[in-house]
Nanobody
Framework: QVQLVESGGGSVQPGGSLRLSCTAS????????MGWHRQIPGQQRELVADITSGGHSTNYADSVKGRFTISKDDAKSTVYLQMNNLEPGDTAVYYC??????????WGQGTQVTVFS
């Protein structure tokens, strides 16, 4: 059973930056992808970025390319999402995920990111 603990959400003005962290515990050796999705109220959850174990491959939503960077510290079992040049459209609840090789997905509890003018 994988547990995910997120931190780093908050409120920021447009153009500002935030860094999200997600630490995994329990069964971490079965994880092959970690990443972040986000959900705006009334909308479907969408991919923001993900990264393979070992950090060899990353994947980003078009809307965040060039602004967000995902990275991973395997020694700490932690994945980070550095978010720069934030826009009001980035306001959402951000969820960490961990996907096992068999396709099963674990989710974190979510952290709120608010970008206000």
């Amino acid at each position: 059973q994988v547990q995910l603990v997120e931190s780093g959400g908050g409120s920021v003005q447009p153009g500002g930056s935030l860094r999200l962290s997600c630490t995994a515990s329990g069964g971490i050796y079965t994880i092959n992808i970690m990443g972040w999705h986000r959900q705006i109220p009334g909308q479907q959850r969408e991919l923001v970025a993900d990264i393979t174990s070992g950090g060899h491959s990353t994947n980003y939503a078009d809307s965040v390319k060039g602004r967000f960077t995902i990275s991973k510290d395997d020694a700490k079992s932690t994945v980070y999402l550095q978010m720069n040049n934030l826009e009001p459209g980035d306001t959402a609840v951000y969820y960490c995920l961990a996907r096992k090789a068999n396709g099963y997905v674990y989710w974190g509890q979510g952290t709120q990111v608010t970008v206000f003018s």
